[in-house]
């Protein structure tokens, strides 16, 4: 099915895009805007990248953009990919195709010139549009309708597009949680269900990237309910206690922020350590994590310029919109507002009175820092000198 727009959006005029598309046309190449570009189009989203779908083989679209004077990359040769770079904008463009052979993960292909072919090997039906320089949308299997219905379904039969890929289990929800409204789409859904064991065999860091936007969209907590319901986070996430106190953080972010939404469906005493591992996390996000998720973290209401000393701006503000503690709104502001000072003395200024290096030392600056905080961070260098010194003769 075709439909033609009333008229063509403005970056499929940008000088890169008529640039590169006259070029191809010159090569006797064929192409049509595809995925996500065309998909944000028809919901009115904004563009971000710009992929391209050609009906020549690669060695012939790289033949035709060099006559042009046009960067080309061959970024991945073997699936018919390339990347031409048109006054610095990247573009992506693949050759139409065929899968010959598929292992749940990898497909081996065949070019094809076959437009419907190409769209009938795709997961999704929005992600099998295809849209020409004219701003005609070519709709092979109602993916239009599915996408301004909020309908994520899998072309054709599921458990074929799931057998050639069982990463797109994960996509079904990741895509529901950004485009969805309920319900889920029965067949597919089942489909998930059926096959959710299947994502134990995944790298962890496409899992990882799939659990992540998923928890970046709008309905990420629909979308990880229902993955509880299917069976998909028996594996990889198996802590996860469901999306109440998610729901809550989200009402209350200016910003998505993935990873304190991860913090936000895991329990308190949950091994961060373990799960960063298993998630093939990075060191600095795993310890962000068990920060997060520490109880001793927890602010304290009636001191929040102690909390927000204590843990350092960016913890203070995971924690506020984790656990909304008091007037948390005046808490934020807070941290927007207050700059925790430092403490005006150290270990040093003790040695200077005669202490020799050790435990006592800390101890000593640590009540001297208990005391200046009582104060409201008042004293200066002089105050906390003498009060160091008061301390110092007391134990004398």
């Known amino acids: 099915m075709t439909t033609r727009a009333p008229m063509t959006p403005s970056w499929m005029n940008e000088a890169p895009v008529r640039a590169l598309l006259g070029a191809l046309a010159d090569g006797g190449i064929a192409a049509r805007f595809v995925g996500g570009c065309v998909r944000d189009w028809v919901l009115d989203r904004p563009i971000s990248d710009i992929d391209i779908a050609v009906d020549k083989p690669p060695e012939t679209v790289m033949r035709a953009l060099e006559a042009a004077d046009i ?3 061959p970024t991945g040769l073997r699936h018919g990919t390339v990347t031409a770079i048109v006054r610095s904008h990247p573009f992506e463009l693949t050759t139409l195709r065929r899968d010959v052979e598929t292992d749940g993960r990898h497909a081996v292909v065949a070019f094809t010139d076959d437009w419907r072919e190409d769209a009938s090997r795709r997961d999704f039906t929005f992600n099998a549009l295809y849209a020409d320089r004219a701003g005609t949308i070519y709709d092979y299997f109602d993916g239009r309708a599915d996408l301004l219905a909020g309908r994520v379904r899998f072309i054709g039969d599921p458990e074929q597009r799931i057998a050639e890929d069982r990463l797109r289990v994960l996509r079904f929800f990741r895509f529901h949680a950004r485009f969805g409204k309920p319900p889920f789409h029965g067949p597919s859904f089942d489909a998930c269900r059926r096959n959710a064991a299947t994502v134990s065999g995944l790298s962890a860091e496409r899992v990882a990237k799939e659990l992540f936007r998923t928890l970046d969209a709008p309905g990420g907590a629909d979308a990880f309910d229902a993955m509880l319901e299917a069976g998909v986070l028996d594996h990889w996430l198996p802590e996860y206690t469901g999306s109440t106190k998610l729901r809550a953080l989200m009402a209350r972010e200016e910003k998505a922020d993935a990873l304190r939404r991860l913090a936000a469906i895991l329990p308190v005493d949950a091994n961060a350590t373990a799960i960063g591992k298993r998630l093939r996390l990075s060191t600095q996000d795993t310890v962000r994590l068990q920060l997060m998720l520490d109880p001793g973290n927890a602010i304290d209401t009636t001191n929040l310029r102690a909390s927000l000393y204590h843990l350092g701006t960016k913890l203070f503000i995971d924690r506020v919109l984790l656990d909304a503690p008091g007037d948390w709104r005046a808490a934020l502001a807070l941290a927007g507002s207050w700059t ?51 301390l110092v003769d007391a134990q004398a």
């Open 71 to 73: 960067k080309v990359v």
């Open 340 to 390: 925790p000072p430092e403490l005006p003395i150290g270990g040093n200024d003790a040695l200077a009175l005669g202490l020799k290096p050790g435990p006592k030392v800390g101890a000593l600056i640590e009540a001297v820092e208990r005391w200046w905080m009582a104060g409201d961070f008042s004293a200066d260098r002089a105050a906390c000198l003498a009060e160091l010194k008061r």
